[in-house]
Antibody, heavy 118, light 110 residues
Framework: QVQLVESGGGVVQTGRSLRLSCEAS????????MHWVRQAPGKGLEWVAVISYNGYDTYYADSVKGRFTISRDNSRNTVDLQMNSLRHEDTAVYYCANRNGGAYAQNWGQGTLVTVSS | QSVLTQPPSTSGTPGQRVTISCSGGIFNIGRNTVNWYQQLPGTAPKLLIQSNNERPSGVPDRFSGSKSGTSASLAISGLQSEDEADYYC???????????FGGGTKVTVL
């Protein structure tokens, strides 16, 4: 079955960097786009970034553009999110999800919590 | 503030039918399909409806989706206690080049 496992979350000071990783299994990873979506405590879902199946195309939410970078390694079935210049408002649970046809985000991981504090 | 607009909450008694609306624009719902996600308390979101009205395997047929123009809706028939959750609509936006989520609707079963 499809599994997506996020890691790398934790507590980080404002202005510092953090790198999240999502390991995928149970499907042909190299054939699917991948998203990062976040959810601040008590708030709704916010899309962060997406990367195409081959890594050639990436898109970002305006709130993270220029600070976050999404990348993937199809040989290791992983998608990463490099987060720089972190702000308090980046505090959230970060989920990875795979795109499949008409499903923008078909399967979701359990999420990893990022807390940005001063 | 979300570009896709949902009511913040709705409620119903067991067995009732409830609907959740999702209002967007020409560049998102108007041009692209709509997904719906269910998020039970303390869990990750789950895909409920894809391509406007398709239920993934395992999703009960009590859940149905529709789309017309720049709006979409999710209907839950025969409401059950386990349907108490947050529901989100989503659509790709061709202008913003991003995936948009609605603000979410909390469904309470009375």
């Amino acid at each position: 079955q499809v599994q997506l496992v996020e890691s790398g979350g934790g507590v980080v000071q404002t202005g510092r960097s953090l790198r999240l990783s999502c390991e995928a299994s149970g499907f042909i990873f190299s054939g699917f786009g991948m998203h990062w979506v976040r959810q601040a405590p008590g708030k709704g879902l916010e899309w962060v970034a997406v990367i195409s199946y081959n890594g050639y195309d990436t898109y970002y939410a305006d709130s993270v553009k220029g600070r976050f970078t999404i990348s993937r390694d199809n040989s290791r079935n992983t998608v990463d999110l490099q987060m720089n210049s972190l702000r308090h408002e980046d505090t959230a649970v970060y989920y990875c999800a795979n795109r499949n046809g008409g499903a923008y985000a078909q399967n979701w991981g359990q999420g990893t919590l990022v807390t940005v504090s001063s | 503030q979300s570009v896709l607009t949902q009511p913040p909450s709705t409620s119903g008694t067991p067995g009732q039918r409830v609907t959740i609306s999702c209002s967007g624009g020409i560049f998102n719902i108007g041009r692209n399909t709509v997904n719906w996600y269910q998020q039970l308390p303390g869990t990750a979101p789950k895909l409920l409806i894809q391509s406007n009205n398709e239920r993934p395997s395992g999703v009960p047929d009590r859940f149905s989706g529709s789309k017309s123009g720049t709006s979409a809706s999710l209907a839950i028939s025969g409401l059950q206690s386990e349907d108490e959750a947050d529901y989100y609509c989503a659509a790709w936006d061709d202008s913003l080049k991003g995936l948009l989520f609605g603000g979410g609707t909390k469904v309470t079963v009375l």
